[in-house]
């Protein structure tokens, strides 16, 4: 399954390749796109900053908060510009000093909570102002980053409602109506992944009902290559996929893609062979971690159990021009562990994987 052309990469000149991926040319049968979802400007590179624009949620001021808070970062790695990080926290501070424009998005009872939230921002937000004085890069990355945590705390709670109805035609197949939260247990460490219902729900709700299975615990990991993929999810014996034992039969699960501006995902058809070479993803493969469904080249509707880990090398694979986006379904992104995501080759071993949140949102197929 899922053919990785790793000869055509290493014989590839970067520069070459660049300029396939930059012209759009579609090269040994992948499909070229572009960074999805996203505001305008450097593409996005971080898994949870991914999740948080992925929330199907309308309120302007917490998005613009959150692009101000984000930005320090790629400030800090420009050589530090602390006057830029000086502008960005102004700009999250004025956004907080109106409240009620953020508040306004979310339902009643969710109210207090979301004010602490609210509250314990602009307190951060003053703090971090004071510790730029200091211009100690990893405190101000650390502070920054708990005030991010706050803001997806306070985005989650704007979600009042599955935004979409999944075709009937895969009803018999298990949904994720939200997001759940699963830890891997490696022979080399530990990983966090969010996958993402609110974006793929049939794709993710196939993966959390096997991580529930206990499918996944002993598996080795099968395919690695070096600053690209990582797979696994091929059970013992001669079966690549999920056999159903209810069933007795191979679970296929449909390419599943949701695209910038589109109410639902499209299914069973890559957006190149749909004709929409340019159009974005919502879940693109712009972050090293994202996790998305392997599946036979020939057979866009043929994942079943393999998964696969995209290592995200910006050189080989420019975030934003990314020739795996519209042809394979991304479903989340590793949110904990990419120093041992980096470690782990084919032959180490999934100790155990386990929802260790959102299991609530697991839909089973309704009995017949």
Do not use: C, H
């Not at 501006?261 to 971690?289: C, H, N, Q, W």
Request: charged letters at 25%.
């Amino acid at each position: 399954m899922f053919k990785l052309i790793k000869s055509w990469l290493k014989s590839s000149l970067v520069t070459i390749l660049l300029v396939i991926i930059f012209l759009g040319i579609n090269t040994a049968g992948w499909t070229p796109s572009s960074n999805a979802a996203l505001p305008s400007g450097n593409a996005i590179t971080d898994g949870k900053a991914l999740l948080r624009y992925a929330l199907p949620i309308k309120n302007e001021p917490v998005r613009q908060l959150q692009a101000s808070l984000e930005d320090i970062s790629t400030q800090l790695r420009a050589n530090r510009r602390w006057g830029a990080v000086s502008k960005d926290l102004s700009k999250a501070s004025r956004v907080l000093d109106k409240p009620s424009q953020i508040l306004a998005s979310i339902p009643e009872e969710r109210q207090l909570q979301a004010q602490a939230w609210v509250d314990e921002l602009k307190s951060g937000v003053t703090k971090l102002q004071e510790l730029t004085q200091s211009k100690d890069k990893e405190q101000i990355l650390q502070a920054r980053n708990k005030l991010l945590n706050l803001v997806s705390l306070l985005e989650e709670s704007m979600v009042q409602e599955f935004p979409f109805e999944v075709p009937e035609e895969y009803s018999n197949l298990p949904q994720l109506k939200g997001r759940a939260t699963i830890e891997f247990k490696t022979n080399k460490g530990d990983l966090t992944v969010v996958v993402d219902g609110y974006s793929a729900p049939v794709t993710a709700g196939n993966f959390v009902d096997l991580v529930q299975r206990g499918f996944y615990n002993g598996l080795e990991f099968t395919r690695s290559e070096e600053s690209y993929v990582l797979q696994t999810g091929d059970p013992p014996g001669k079966e690549q996929g999920f056999i159903d034992p209810k069933t007795g039969k191979y679970r296929a699960v449909p390419l599943e893609i949701l695209v910038e501006g589109d109410k639902a995902p499209t299914y069973g058809i890559t957006l190149e062979d749909a004709g929409r070479y340019l159009d974005m993803p919502v879940l693109p493969f712009s972050s090293f971690g994202a996790l998305a469904m392997a599946r036979p080249e020939s057979q866009v509707n043929g994942g079943s159990s393999q998964v696969f880990f995209f290592l995200f090398e910006p050189e080989l694979t420019p975030a934003g021009r990314n020739l795996l986006d519209g042809r394979y379904s991304v479903f989340g992104y590793l949110t904990e562990g990419k120093d041992i995501l980096d470690k782990l080759k084919a032959g180490d071993k999934i100790e155990s994987a386990t929802v260790i949140q959102g299991i609530e949102n697991l839909v089973q197929p309704q009995a017949a």
